[in-house]
């Protein structure tokens, strides 16, 4: 790091004690209710321009133009799923 940045810094305790597992802790989260059916929809419409770097790039374009230039495809089934 800049400036010695790095000797002036602590590690944290639990860095040390790698091999224990600190548990997290839980509380109650949720409201009881029916759960709705509506299945989840994904809510990434272009994967290639998710983020300013893709955005700006040459490549990343091309890249989501063809791939918004295919045409539709049905998900993949899992063995969950069928």
Known sequence: MANGARERTEDPPILAETDRVTPAPWGAFGEPGPVDPTPFTYPIKDFYQTDPISRASQTMA????????????????????G
Request: hydrophobic residues 10%; positive net charge.
């Open 62 to 81: 091309q890249c989501s133009e063809t791939y918004r230039s295919r045409p539709p495809q049905a998900p993949a089934r899992t063995g969950t799923n």
